[in-house]
């Protein structure tokens, strides 16, 4: 029987060929599924978060990489010529090192969502799960890169006409490095400027923020820039060297909770009591205000108006921006309703002493 095993392998190399790569994926098809089966059934079983990312991410990353594995330890029992086999093992060394490094970033994603799942940024009081998530999200693009240039490394070293491209990109010496080194100056200096942001964190994930004028939140924080989502829903794109260079706001760089201001210009003959407790009204009337500080103040006079700052805190900008309006529009109709003859007027004053009216000219009584 192996005598003619051996005759059919010897007669037939290609299809003895065939018939081991066919085998391999055959087998790396039921590890495969025997994996995700496994995962899929501890998911079901205690719903765990884990199991269920694991399945996610690495449902298609298996199928080459079992097989590859299996033909790289047979390949030398195959009845291929030494050509033959040196091209064969090249191939499939480049699959595995593929396989290897997508297997590698679905592991990073993984650990990305057990991450955060526990720093979750759908609360309130959200400062520590925004800081680690920043973090968190920058490691991550920095890993992916990390094991993109390892990959293309290892598949340059199985060539020998390349090999010297892939020493060059796995020790980054050489001429070659130092020259695309300086021509990828601006390209550095934003990706070091992105680890400082990470770790420093002038800004984070969901941050609000004033930059050029414009008011958002920070939505990503990207290797070599910053997309910063405006409250109307534009996104504004900035170098990530904009927010280690330039001086910007940042709302929420301690806290999310923030101070709102409300100006009131109304005329010198509005009582202030009964506006004060008519404020006191609408903040405890509305959940949001988060009870923590307000103020009612006379700011300022002028000749015509005085005017009337309200302070109130909120738990976040959003609900800051809301309060705001919602309480101009209440302070407005009180007045409106009960005291609308106190809005800002402008007065003027007749003086007819200064202007005295024309004499009547005393008849002639000559010309009578």
Known sequence: MNNKIEYLINAYPYLATAAFIVLALVVGFVVRFLVLFTLKYNTKRSNRFVFNSLQQHLKQRWFLFVPAILLHLGSQQLPLSPEEEAIFEEILQIIIV??????ATSMVKVVEDVLFRRYDISHADNLKARKARTQIIYVKKVALVIITILAIGMILLNFDSVRQYGTTILTGAGVAGIIIGFALQKSLANLFS???IAFTQPIKIDDAVVVEGE???IEEINLTYVVVKIWDLRRLVLPITYFTENAFQNWTRNTAQIL???NLYVD???PLEPLRQYFDEVLEGTEMWDKSAKAFQVTDCSEKTMTI???MTAKNSPMAWDLRCYVREAMIGYIQEHYPHSFPRVRAEINTEAFPPPKNPEPDETSS
């Open 98 to 103: 593929l396989s290897f490094a997508m297997i």
């Open 194 to 196: 992105g680890i400082q």
């Open 215 to 217: 008011w958002g939140w």
């Open 260 to 262: 709102g201001a409300v």
């Open 268 to 270: 010198y003959s509005m």
């Open 309 to 311: 700052r309200l302070l």
